[in-house]
C-alpha cells in the first residue's frame, strides 16, 4: 500500500494520475497548504523541503519519496509499466520528464504566481513567463507532429506534461495553433486514471468555469506565496 501525501496541483495530480494509470492501491493523506501543513514537523520528516506530493511505500518499510519526477519513476518501477528497461526507451522517456521538471513545470507555475496569485501586477514577469511557457508548448507541438507519444508509447513522460500543459488556461497560456499540442491533449485526457486521478484529494474542475471559485482559490494561493 502506498500512502500519498498530496494538494490538488499539477504535482499532486502527477503522482495520483500515475498511482492511477497504475491501478495501484494507496491512501491519499490531504496536505493543506494554505494553512502550512507543509511545514508541520511530522511533514518535513518526510519531505525536509516541504512541498508536496510524498509518497511512503508501507511494503518498502515505510521508504518515504519525494520530488513528484522521483515518485513517478519510483511507481513505473516498481510497476514494471509505463517506464521502459532498455537504455535507449528509458532516457527517451526520462528527458521528457526531465523537460516538464526543469521547463514547463517552473515556468508555467511562475507564470501562475504573477498572471493570477501576485498581488502587483508585474507585466514585464507575467509577459517572460507566459511567452516561455508558450515556447514549450510549441516544442511538444512540434515533436507530436510527428510522434503519437513524447516517447515511443505511452509513458511516465506524457502522464508529467500533461497534468502541467492541461492547465494553460489558468497559467494565461494560448494553445491556439498547437493543433499536434490540442490532439495529445484530448488523448490524454482519455487515458485510463486521468480523470479519476484529477479528483484527489478532491475536484478543482469548476475553477475555470465558476469565478467566484477561481477568486477564493487565487486569494488562497497568495498566502503560500510567504510560506
Request: aromatic share 10%.
Amino acid at each position: 500500500m502506498i500512502d500519498l501525501y498530496t494538494a490538488p496541483t499539477p504535482n499532486g495530480h502527477k503522482a495520483s494520475c500515475t498511482l492511477e494509470a497504475l491501478e495501484m492501491p494507496y491512501e491519499t493523506h490531504f496536505v493543506n497548504i494554505s494553512d502550512g501543513d507543509q511545514h508541520k514537523p511530522e511533514f518535513r520528516a518526510l519531505n525536509p523541503n516541504g512541498r508536496i506530493p510524498v509518497i511512503v511505500d508501507r511494503e518498502m518499510d515505510n521508504l518515504a519519496i519525494f520530488e513528484s519526477g522521483a515518485i513517478m519513476i519510483y511507481l513505473a518501477e516498481k510497476a514494471g509499466r509505463l517506464l521502459p528497461t532498455d537504455v535507449a526507451g528509458r532516457t527517451r522517456v526520462i528527458q521528457w520528464l526531465m523537460f516538464q521538471m526543469g521547463g514547463v513545470g517552473p515556468m508555467m507555475g511562475q507564470a501562475n504566481v504573477f498572471f493570477r496569485y501576485f498581488p502587483e501586477k508585474l507585466q514585464a514577469a507575467i509577459d517572460r513567463y507566459q511567452s516561455e511557457s508558450r515556447r514549450l508548448f510549441e516544442v511538444l507541438d512540434g515533436h507530436l507532429a510527428h510522434n503519437e507519444w513524447l516517447a515511443d508509447d505511452y509513458s511516465i513522460a506524457d502522464i508529467a506534461n500533461w497534468c502541467w500543459v492541461r492547465t494553460y488556461k489558468w497559467s494565461g497560456v494560448s494553445i491556439d495553433g498547437l493543433e499536434n499540442l490540442q490532439r495529445w491533449l484530448e488523448v490524454m485526457r482519455e487515458q485510463p486514471g486521468m480523470a479519476k486521478g484529477l479528483d484527489v484529494p478532491f475536484s478543482l474542475q469548476n475553477l475555470l468555469k465558476d469565478e467566484k471559485a477561481a477568486d477564493d482559490f487565487a486569494t488562497n494561493a497568495q498566502k503560500t506565496l510567504q510560506k
